[in-house]
Structure formats: structure tokens, C-alpha cells
């Protein structure tokens, strides 16, 4: 039990330190992915944040207009832009998420990294609760034993 529990508060601080790590690697991970984007396979992930989450570009729609792929494509910008998954879209017919993706992604961090600390927390708290307990009822127990020798 003690071992699981010194797991839980290693994990528990690797987990607080990673988080600013992860967090400040968003944004990084984002202009690349719009820098490198094609609209294939290599370019899912953008398509997936940008569909998901209903944004466009790391911090506005806009950041789209420096990147390789708009220069192919003067005019138009990804579909997942536009909540569609066609290859493209085209802001001036088609609905756009005006929103960059950067802080709904690390909003997102936050909240999952806010969980799994609280779940661990609490399993913690559940655990020395038990060895609590577990060392009362094994005194109890031993109290009881001497008693009923003392007989």
C-alpha cells in the first residue's frame, strides 16, 4: 500500500512539473503544423484541433495567410476552417472559425491536467485513510490478543 501510494505522489509531481512543459509547447506544435500542412494524412491532427475545437490557426484565422499551403491556395484555407471537411473552404461563402486554436487547446491541458490531479489526490487521501485504519484495526486487534492472554 505504501508503495503505491509514493507511486501516486511521484506521479503526482512529475504530472505538475510536465504541465508547463506540455503548455508551453502548444503554440510551438501549432505553427509548425500550420507551416508543414498539407491536406493529407500530415495534416489530420491540425484538421482534427481545427474541427473539434471550432478554430482556425494558432491564435487567428489569419495565421493561415503566412504559411505555404495559403500561398498554394490564395483565397481559401483548410475546411476544417469552416467546420467542413472538404479540402478547402472559402471565408467569404462558408461560416469561419474566426478563433485561433492556442488557448482553447491549453484550456483543454488545463482542464485534463486538473482531473487527473484531483483524482490522484483524492486516491491519495483514500489510501492513507486506509492505512490508517488498517494500523487502528491491526492495534485493536493486538490490544485485544493481550487482553485475552491476560485471562
Not at 14 to 35: A, E, G, H, M, N
Not at 125 to 147: H, M, N, P
Request: proline share 4%; glycine share 6%.
Amino acid at each position: 500500500m505504501w508503495i503505491v501510494l509514493i507511486l501516486e505522489i511521484a506521479l503526482s509531481i512529475w504530472i505538475f512539473y510536465t504541465l508547463k512543459r506540455v503548455k508551453l509547447s502548444i503554440r510551438p506544435f501549432l505553427f509548425d503544423s500550420l507551416q508543414t500542412y498539407t491536406n493529407t494524412s500530415g495534416g489530420m491532427a491540425i484538421n482534427k484541433i481545427q474541427h473539434d475545437f471550432k478554430c482556425c490557426g494558432v491564435d487567428y484565422y489569419e495565421d493561415w495567410y503566412n504559411t505555404t499551403w495559403y500561398r498554394k491556395h490564395p483565397g481559401f484555407l483548410p475546411g476544417s476552417c469552416c467546420n467542413t471537411m472538404l479540402p478547402t473552404c472559402d471565408p467569404q461563402i462558408s461560416p469561419l472559425s474566426v478563433t485561433g486554436c492556442n488557448d482553447d487547446v491549453t484550456n483543454f491541458v488545463d482542464d485534463t491536467y486538473s482531473i487527473d490531479m484531483t483524482v490522484l489526490l483524492f486516491s491519495g487521501f483514500a489510501q492513507i485513510l486506509g492505512i490508517s485504519l488498517a494500523y487502528a484495526l491491526t492495534r485493536l486487534v493486538k490490544d485485544y490478543e493481550v487482553a485475552e492472554d491476560e485471562k
